[in-house]
């Protein structure tokens, strides 16, 4: 118990603490921005890319409106382009026009988008709060889907039903006026779309802009590997007639994913950055330990050890202190990940980032290449230090008792 207590009070086992420390705040800290620029990033990708579909496919023309202006023809040629590409998952035809919901009390610009009985609603079925989808399967429907925010400001409930007005696209005269019935209300979270989409039937946007059955205004394309959904794009405009165009959600919205892009650089910023500091402690704590053990090395070299021998020692203790900052930074790191993911104890204002609680996302993979390559860069860095086995010599540090 002596001699374990003297250990103790050296100045290495000091310095070996203050480095284990170091490794563990460090991990903890990179495992902690890794999970949350990961989550809000797949977070916004999920938002934008259901409600808007990863790929659209429409007219030139309607590049620059957020409403279909001109409509394009749905055919069967058109479709077999679609299902050739080997990542499409499923796509569905659109349109959208702008109007105005009105209640007795209040009204809302609104952006009524239209769908068919082809679309799937199970992307969007994580973000319904009440009510159903509405049901596009027989006659032209007049239910909508609206957001919980036009459902606050209009002061509507499930199976109200509210008018709606529409300005004619050939100019002049009285607006067009509808009356739909609520049976649906979702909340995205995401301030653009719940300020002003509504969800309704193909079918009324095209009898509102006099179109015929087989006018669209968009196809909604989604995608089985979203990491390849540019190229995928690429491929679709190269094959489309030339009038058509193949928009990817990020060019559609590109403010938004170049500001999502920086997140990867802070995450790497901070891997630097606490990776140089968990090196620097632990590069220290191993020269501490050498100098301490000198008499050690002497002894060793005396009796015939080589400094390749004696340095993989060293370089030996130095990744069993450091695995043990690792352990205890995971730790710390994975309780983080594990109570936001089911407590949301940190809350974010979703008008800025487009979520209400910060979401956290970590893959088995991520975190074992993250220790990985954080043990192996440290092992590394740290041969430099154990260099200074070479310069010791027997003969002098073994001169005095």
Not at 37 to 43: A, D, P, T
Not at 237 to 251: F, M, R, T
Not at 321 to 344: D, E, P, R, T
Request: proline fraction near 3%; hydrophobic fraction near 45%.
């Amino acid at each position: 118990m002596r001699g374990y207590r003297q250990h103790k009070n050296t100045v290495s086992a000091r310095i070996i603490n203050i480095a284990t420390l170091a490794v563990t705040l460090g991990i903890a800290t990179i495992l902690i921005a890794l999970v949350s620029s990961k989550g809000l990033q797949q977070e916004i990708q999920n938002k934008t890319s259901v409600f808007n579909g990863p790929i659209l496919v429409t007219l030139f023309e309607n590049n620059e409106s957020q409403v279909s202006v001109t409509p394009l023809k749905d055919s069967e040629e058109l479709r077999s382009h679609f299902k050739n590409e080997e990542n499409v998952l499923r796509f569905h035809p659109i349109a959208l026009k702008a109007g105005m919901l009105k209640t007795a009390a209040d009204f809302e610009g609104v952006l009524l988008k239209g769908v068919s009985s082809e679309f799937d609603w199970s992307g969007i079925a994580p973000f319904l709060t009440r009510g159903r989808f509405p049901d596009l399967s027989g006659e032209m429907s007049n239910e909508i889907l609206l957001s919980e925010t036009l459902s606050r400001q209009l002061n509507l409930s499930i199976g109200d039903q509210t008018e709606a007005f529409f300005q004619k696209d050939q100019g002049g005269g009285l607006p067009s006026r509808r009356r739909f019935t609520v049976v649906g209300v979702f909340s995205s979270g995401f301030p653009d779309i719940d300020q002003t989409l509504v969800y309704g039937d193909l079918r009324q946007v095209q009898r509102l802009n006099g179109w015929t059955n087989d006018a669209i205004g968009a196809f909604e394309i989604y995608v089985k590997k979203y990491d390849e959904l540019r190229q995928t794009a690429e491929r679709l405009y190269a094959v489309l007639p030339a009038d058509l165009n193949s928009i990817p959600i990020s060019e559609r919205f590109s403010s938004v994913y170049q500001w999502i892009a920086l997140f990867d650089f802070n995450v790497l910023i901070i891997l630097v950055v606490m990776l140089l500091v968990g090196v620097i402690n632990m590069a220290t704590a191993l020269l501490v330990l050498i100098l301490e053990r000198s008499r050690m090395v002497g002894l060793l070299k005396a009796l015939g050890a080589g400094n390749k021998l004696i340095q993989q020692i060293f370089l030996f203790n130095g990744v069993v202190i450091m695995s043990k900052g690792l352990l205890f930074g995971n730790l710390i790191g994975l309780g983080f990940y594990f109570s936001q993911k089911y407590l949301k104890w940190i809350r974010l204002d979703p008008t800025t980032y487009f979520v209400d609680a910060a979401p956290v996302v970590l893959s088995v993979s991520n975190l074992l290449i993250l220790n990985l390559f954080f043990l192996l860069i440290s092992s590394i860095l740290l041969w430099i230090p154990s260099k200074i086995v070479l310069k010791i010599s027997p003969s002098k540090v073994l001169r005095f008792r």
